[in-house]
């Protein structure tokens, strides 16, 4: 399921309209409506508001494998999450062994995936 999709169905199965979301996310309306329609991704920043609104990952929103949790207070129910998890500990190694905040993880996840999304448009 694509990012559009997902933040559709999360927005109505929270039964907001558009305009009560962005201004729930500190957004303007016309970017929004631009992610719904999967006209453009939004800054991570804006992910990671998202993510802790809807109760999801920022990995869940991007992976377009996932589909919508069935029990939406599930925080982590997607495929893939202790992988990611992994992942994230073995990258800390860079940063001098220092533990990441949950924002800087979710952070270096966005960016391995949109790194991911370009080469596979290549």
């Not at 990012?3 to 996310?25: G, V």
């Not at 329609?37 to 992910?47: C, D, F, Q, S, T």
């Not at 495929?79 to 949950?102: P, Q, V």
Request: charged letters at 30%.
């Amino acid at each position: 399921m694509s990012f559009s999709t997902k933040l559709k169905e999360l927005r109505l199965q929270n039964n907001l309209s558009q305009e009560q979301l962005s201004r729930k996310l500190d957004i303007t309306t016309r970017p929004y409506i631009d992610y719904e329609k999967g006209k453009k991704y939004p800054p991570v920043e804006v992910l990671v508001r998202m993510a802790r609104f809807f109760e999801v990952s920022i990995s869940y929103l991007m992976d377009e494998q996932d589909e919508l949790p069935t029990n939406p207070n599930v925080h982590e129910s997607i495929y893939g999450t202790h992988k990611a998890d992994n992942l994230i500990k073995e990258i800390s190694g860079l940063f001098m062994g220092e533990e990441l905040s949950e924002t800087n993880k979710d952070a270096v996840m966005a960016a391995l995936q949109k790194a991911y999304r370009i080469s596979k448009n290549k």
